[in-house]
């Protein structure tokens, strides 16, 4: 998920999970799962890996791409 695929996917997931949240589901469910979609698109956009420091990897996309790759 470091990768530049992995950044899109998430950038793609968030806002399909927003998008889904505020124009499908809409009420306090739609909320919920708007603000979810918020986590990996704002993620994805600023290039950070949520559950990277949960295997010891930096929180950032460059120095999580310098030290896996």
Do not use: E, H
Request: glycine content about 18%.
């Amino acid at each position: 998920m470091g990768s530049s695929a992995g950044r899109i996917t998430r950038i793609v997931a968030g806002l399909a999970l927003v998008l889904i949240g505020l124009v499908w589901l809409q009420g306090t469910g739609g909320w919920i799962l708007a603000i979810v979609g918020l986590v990996p698109l704002l993620a994805g956009l600023f290039d950070k890996c949520v559950f990277a420091q949960l295997f010891g990897y930096p929180f950032d996309g460059p120095g999580l791409r310098r030290k896996v790759m």
